[in-house]
C-alpha cells in the first residue's frame, strides 16, 4: 500500500513539525534558532535545567513536555535518529540557570553516546550536568539499537518526578539521587496491532498480519517477543500484567501509578476500555492501589496501531506528590 501522510518533502518533516509546533504555542516554547532545539519560555529562576530528547517520531514526546514544572528543553533528532552531540549542547546551554543541568535519555545506544558526548561538551564551559538513562521496557533485552532494555514510555514519568523536583528546587546531586532510586521502580511493557510507516523511509518498519499482534515491539518498531492471533482486549491486558507482576512482585496493597500510553494511531476509545480491563485485574484481582492514573497518546510511534501500559512503584510518598504538582506544558 502507498504511504498516504500529511506532509510536504519527506526531508523537512522534523523542521516544519517544530515551526507548527511553536507557532501554536508560541506562549510556551520557542525554538532556539537554527538548531532543532525546543525551550521553554520561563523566566530562569536559578533552578536546575533538565533537558531530554532523542528522534523525532514520538510526538507528543518530548516538546510537549517542554515548559514549567516539567523540561527546560528537548532536543528533536531525526525520525528514530538520535540528534547529535553539537545539537543536545544547545540544550543544555539553553537550560542552564547556573544550577546545573540534568539530562534524562532513553536507552538507546546513539542516544546515550551523544548525550554524553554533549556532556563532556558542557563540561568544557564549565557547566554542571548530570544524567539518568531510562530503561523500563521489561519486554526484550538487548534489541535492535540498544544495549539493555529500551526506554519507552515511562520517560515520561521520569520528566514529570525530576521536573517537579526541579521546580521544588532541588539540587543537581538530589536530583540525580532522586533519578536513580526512580527508574528502577518503573517498568512499561507494549503490544502492537499495526507497525508504524516512517515517512523518510516510506515503507512500515515491519509487517504484522491482519489478524496477528506483537507483544514487547518497541517504539522504532523493533521486534517484540511473541507473536500471535488478535485477542481481546481483557486477554492483552492480562498477558501484559502477568510479565509485569513478575518483574515487580507486588503485594496486595502496593501503591502504584499506571500509564496506559496510545502508540498514535490507537483511538482513546480502545485505550479506555483497555484501561477499564487493566483496573478489573490490577485493582480488583491483585489489590494494588492505583494512586495515579493517565491515560492518552504521551510516547508514540508516529502512527503504529498499540499501546503501552506502564506502571511506577510509588515506594516514596513524594513521588505521588510530584506526579500530581501542577505543569505548563503542551501534552502533560
Known amino acids: 500500500m502507498a504511504m498516504k501522510k500529511i506532509i510536504n518533502n519527506p526531508d523537512q518533516v522534523v523542521d516544519e513539525m517544530l515551526d507548527g509546533l511553536v507557532f501554536a504555542y508560541d506562549s510556551l516554547v ?73 539530562l534524562i535519555i532513553k536507552n538507546y545506544t546513539g542516544d546515550v553516546m551523544n548525550f554524553e558526548m554533549a556532556q563532556d561538551l558542557a563540561d568544557l564551559e564549565d557547566i554542571k550536568v548530570e544524567t539518568v538513562v531510562v530503561d523500563d521496557d521489561i519486554a526484550v533485552e538487548d534489541s535492535t539499537y540498544t544495549a539493555g532494555k529500551r526506554g519507552v514510555a515511562g520517560t515520561v ?73 488478535l485477542k481481546p482486549s481483557k486477554e492483552l491486558a492480562t498477558e501484559l500484567i502477568e510479565q509485569l507482576k513478575k518483574a515487580f512482585n507486588w503485594n496486595k496493597g502496593d501503591e502504584y501509578a499506571v500509564l496506559v500510553n496510545g502508540m498514535g494511531a490507537t483511538p482513546l476509545m480502545e485505550q479506555f476500555i483497555f484501561m477499564n480491563d487493566v483496573k478489573k485485574l490490577l485493582v480488583d484481582q491483585e489489590g494494588l492501589n492505583l494512586s495515579f492514573r493517565k491515560i492518552g497518546d504521551y510516547m508514540t510511534s508516529i502512527d503504529m496501531e498499540g499501546l503501552s501500559l506502564t506502571l511506577v512503584r510509588l515506594e516514596d510518598e513524594k513521588w505521588l506528590d510530584y506526579l500530581n504538582m501542577p505543569v505548563d506544558t503542551i501534552s502533560w
Open 157 to 229: 514519568l521520569v520528566h514529570k518526578i525530576l521536573g517537579a523536583a526541579a521546580e521544588e528546587g532541588k539540587s543537581l546531586e538530589e536530583i540525580k539521587a532522586l533519578a536513580d532510586r526512580l527508574i528502577p521502580n518503573i517498568k512499561t511493557i507494549g503490544v502492537a496491532l499495526n507497525p508504524a510507516t516512517n515517512p523518510e523511509v516510506g515503507s512500515p518498519g515491519f509487517e504484522i498480519e491482519d489478524d496477528e499482534i506483537e507483544y514487547g515491539v518497541g517504539i522504532h518498531g523493533e521486534p517484540g517477543y511473541r507473536r500471535e492471533k
Open 30 to 102: 520557542e525554538r532556539i534558532p537554527g538548531t532543532i532545539v525546543v525551550h521553554r519560555k520561563v523566566e530562569k529562576d536559578g533552578k536546575v535545567g533538565l533537558v531530554s530528547g532523542g528522534g523525532s517520531g514520538h510526538e507528543p514526546s518530548h516538546a510537549g513536555f517542554v515548559g514549567k514544572g516539567m523540561l527546560s528543553a528537548a532536543v528533536a533528532g531525526q525520525v528514530f535518529t538520535s540528534p547529535t552531540p553539537d545539537q543536545v549542547f544547545e540544550g543544555i546551554k539553553a537550560s542552564d540557570e547556573g544550577e546545573g543541568v540534568f
